[in-house]
């Protein structure tokens, strides 16, 4: 009997030996994401999908999100190490490699541009000329939206110098578009709808009809890309799985987005309408590459309208600004 229990007993010592290695094994890899605006905006809603649907889990990862104080800051925290990720719009690093910071675009999500510029129909404003003199908001100045603002306006021979740009957060911008202390203003699709929601009829272009602005974009340090190649990896495809579910059915989309952001609960129809809008306005693949790529002659054409406009006045290295090897081939 004490040969019997001494086995079983080995047995369970083993099993649980087993169990507790199996554990420390199979732990998911912890990863910080830094958002640039608030996280409950739609236009994050491919990130909270992919963690909603378990894409994440199912590449290993547990992503925490986080908020920064723009694309370029997100691009800064990122390159210094204080978060392993992060979101910005596809010429970030463009802008912020030219500052020492060594990140790098991983995914494009879209094949348009995030960006639109929209104005009260009330304003007397026709165009981006008219737009001298008014007050135009922006979420913040190290918000890449505004570079992307200062481009039309150079488009048009205009500089910063000729509206009053108003750095306000998204909330703000909301408002005083409402409230008409903004006429103008530069942003994300979902903001607009909105303003639009609360009876303020606007007139919007896209910025990638004026030059050739990009979607948002993932961002990496070039340490955690050759550290941590695997992370990235399962980010990217978890979040270019979750756009194709958005493109597939945004009514679903939007019935999984609000459980999984509870705060937008009993929003259902105006979700979808947001997920529609991106669908059809920034989400669509480019011709001739895969969901999730960069274009070098287009990030090359952004950087010469930059430097020719001195919105920024060092030219870096196309080929450091992106990397399309996490991106699977179609």
């Given at each position: 009997?004490g040969?019997?229990?001494?086995k ?6 083993l099993a649980?030996?087993?169990s507790v ?8 890899e ?7 605006a608030?996280?409950?905006?739609p ?5 909270h999908l992919a963690?909603h649907?378990?894409?994440?889990d199912?590449?290993g ?5 986080q908020l920064g104080?723009?694309?370029a800051?997100?691009?800064k925290?990122?390159a210094?190490?204080?978060a ?7 010429d970030t690093?463009?802008i912020v490699?030219a500052?020492?910071?060594?990140i ?8 348009r541009?995030?960006?639109?510029i929209a ?8 165009n981006i000329?008219d737009?001298?003199?008014k007050?135009?908001g922006?979420i ?14 150079a488009s ?7 509206a009053?740009i108003?750095?306000?957060g ?11 202390d903004?006429?103008g203003?530069?942003?994300v699709p979902?903001w607009?709808?909105?303003i639009k929601?609360a ?7 896209s910025v990638d009809s004026?030059f050739?602005?990009?979607?948002q ?6 340490k955690t890309i050759n550290?941590?190649?695997e992370?990235?990896?399962?980010v990217v ?6 756009i194709d579910?958005i493109?597939k059915d ?5 019935k999984d987005?609000?459980v999984?952001?509870?705060r937008?609960a009993g929003?259902e ?14 989400y669509p693949?480019a ?6 790529a960069?274009?070098p002659?287009?990030l090359k ?7 020719e406009n001195e919105?920024v006045r ?6 450091d600004?992106y990397?399309n ?5 179609e």
């Amino acid at each position: 009997m004490g040969t019997k229990m001494n086995k079983r007993f080995k047995t369970f010592l083993l099993a649980a030996a087993l169990s507790v290695t199996a554990s420390f094994s199979f732990a998911a890899e912890k990863v910080t994401y830094l958002f640039p605006a608030p996280d409950f905006l739609p236009a994050f809603a491919p990130f909270h999908l992919a963690k909603h649907k378990g894409y994440f889990d199912e590449a290993g990862l547990d992503v925490k999100f986080q908020l920064g104080k723009g694309g370029a800051d997100v691009a800064k925290q990122v390159a210094v190490g204080n978060a392993d990720m992060g979101g910005g719009i596809g010429d970030t690093a463009i802008i912020v490699r030219a500052n020492g910071l060594d990140i790098r675009g991983v995914a494009l999500l879209g094949g348009r541009g995030l960006t639109q510029i929209a104005w009260r129909k009330d304003s007397g404003i026709k165009n981006i000329s008219d737009m001298k003199g008014k007050n135009i908001g922006v979420i913040d100045f190290q918000d890449t939206a505004y570079y992307n603002l200062l481009a039309v306006f150079a488009s048009e021979n205009m500089s910063r110098s000729d509206a009053n740009i108003q750095a306000v957060g998204s909330g703000g911008l909301v408002q005083l578009m409402i409230s008409g202390d903004l006429v103008g203003m530069v942003g994300v699709p979902e903001w607009l709808a909105s303003i639009k929601d609360a009876g303020v009829e606007l007139e919007t272009i896209s910025v990638d009809s004026v030059f050739p602005a990009m979607a948002q974009a993932i961002i990496a340090s070039g340490k955690t890309i050759n550290e941590r190649p695997e992370v990235v990896k399962g980010v990217v495809n978890a979040v270019l799985r979750a756009i194709d579910d958005i493109e597939k059915d945004p009514a679903q989309a939007a019935k999984d987005y609000v459980v999984a952001v509870p705060r937008h609960a009993g929003s259902e129809d105006k979700i979808e309408a947001i997920m529609r809008s991106y669908v059809e306005l920034v989400y669509p693949k480019a011709e001739n590459r895969p969901r999730g790529a960069f274009d070098p002659e287009q990030l090359k054409k952004v950087q010469d309208f930059y430097l020719e406009n001195e919105i920024v006045r060092t030219a870096v290295p196309i080929e450091d600004t992106y990397t399309n090897q996490f991106v699977t081939s179609e």
